[in-house]
């Protein structure tokens, strides 16, 4: 939004235009950006609307890409119909993927996307620092993990890592505590008894518990696995 003479007024007649044309149309927030699920015979078509921030935009689960990729896009050919790309689309799927985004990797490929981004808060969320104060001042904010082993036990050592926010150290009871401002998706590694999986999409809302166990049959791939805690 903001280039291209694209803004948030053009949001809803443009959705309309294809609830017009028979599709189902679904608005909400994803990642603190309007996201419109567009839907007609079976086939999904994510469009997410993203606003420009110091010469970015941020893409789940927090890779950070140029406004300079989108103002001067490339025309290709697909399947015999034209396209237009981020220029240049080399360049783009190097920075979502490393650089290894030309090796296919059907069920891993979140560990890529998030071992590519750099350490710690991305640009513009709060650092550790001041998300310790903000937890112990708004514990509202907290999200309590508690991750288990194969048997069902707590893990006692480890860590959780939350895409673009920090890393959480897990304690002697279980329980990594984690900062999220507000409920959305959010994608994670979690660390501990010897065992490292990637959740890649995980819906986390503050002020609530969640419990994450491994499944010995799966070690990738897998999506919203946490449950909630029963109080």
């Known amino acids: 939004m903001g280039l291209n003479g694209f803004d948030e007024s053009m949001i809803e007649p ?5 609830r017009t044309r028979g599709f189902h149309v679904k608005q909400d927030q994803f990642a603190g950006e309007t996201w419109l699920g567009i839907m007609k015979d079976n086939i999904r078509i994510d469009w997410l609307c993203l606003r420009v921030r110091k010469g970015h935009v941020v893409h789940f689960p927090g890779v950070r890409f140029p406004i300079s990729l989108f103002k001067d896009l490339r025309e290709i050919d697909f399947l015999g119909q034209k396209f237009l790309v981020a220029n240049p689309p080399e360049e783009y799927l190097r920075i979502k993927y490393g650089p290894t985004w030309m090796t296919p990797n059907q069920l891993s490929y979140g560990k890529e996307v998030i071992e590519n981004l750099p350490a710690g808060p991305m640009p513009g969320h709060p650092s550790r620092l001041t998300q310790r104060v903000l937890m112990r001042v708004f514990p509202s904010r907290v999200v309590k993990l508690r991750v288990l082993d194969q048997e069902g036990a707590p893990t006692l050592d480890g860590e959780v890592v939350v895409a673009a926010w920090g890393t959480y150290k897990i304690d002697g009871g279980g329980y990594a505590r984690l900062y999220v401002p507000r409920t959305d998706l959010y994608a ?44």
């Not at 443009?14 to 294809?18: G, R, S």
């Not at 490292?196 to 070690?219: F, H, I, N, Q, W």
Request: aromatic share 10%; charged share 30%.
């Open 14 to 18: 443009l959705a309309d235009a294809f």
């Open 188 to 231: 994670l590694v979690v660390r501990g008894g010897g065992r490292e999986e990637v959740l890649y999409e995980e819906e986390l809302s503050p002020g609530k518990t969640y419990e994450y166990r491994p499944d010995a049959g799966m070690t990738s791939g897998r999506i919203f696995v946490l449950a909630e805690a029963v109080a």
